[in-house]
């Protein structure tokens, strides 16, 4: 039977966290399915990535004097993007996985789609559906991963947070 503490605290279990330092924040305790979760972890990843190149080739691209603000929105979306797909990519790590970064398999393992439209109504639609599908993506993750990894669900929720405030800019842009 394991110890605890009077607060319920199986101190068995905190003994067994200081063995298998290899493991790194990943303990005998973790819940999750880790292969899964990093697969998750890693199409979220190409997601990011993809929004990253899509966001950027719009801020370039888009011209025309009085486009100034959506170009300016186009950059500050994509700094976001690629800042998720740092958290995503550390996340990674941390669950002893590796991040796929691979150009050739980007675009198949994302689950929004590269835009290469030269009007600007055209690309703030195509963001607006990107961040859509991006957060129904999260939305479908964090069920999945229930309350078995609270970090990553935690983690999952504070992007889709944002991917909301980016959808609702672009669908203030779409006008």
Known sequence: MAESTPSG???????AAARNLQDGPVTAGYQ?????VIAMLNDAL????????????????VSGRD?????????E??????????????RIIQLNG???????????????????????????????IAE??????????????GDTDPTTRHLLIKI???EEEHADDMRDLLG
């Open 9 to 15: 605290i199986d101190k068995e279990a905190i003994r």
């Open 32 to 36: 999750g399915d880790r292969q899964a």
């Open 46 to 61: 190409a997601t990011e990535l993809v929004c990253v190149l899509r966001y950027r080739r719009h801020y370039y691209t």
């Open 67 to 75: 486009n100034g603000p959506i170009k300016a929105e186009f950059l």
């Open 77 to 90: 979306h994509a700094t976001q993007e690629q800042e998720h797909a740092d958290w995503l990519a550390e």
């Open 98 to 128: 590796k991040p796929d970064f691979n150009p050739a398999t980007l675009l198949a393992r994302s689950h929004a789609e590269y835009d290469a439209s030269d009007d600007v109504q055209a690309m703030i639609r195509a963001n607006l």
């Open 132 to 145: 859509r599908v991006a957060i129904e993506s999260y939305r479908q993750m964090i069920g999945q991963i």
């Open 160 to 162: 889709m947070a944002v």
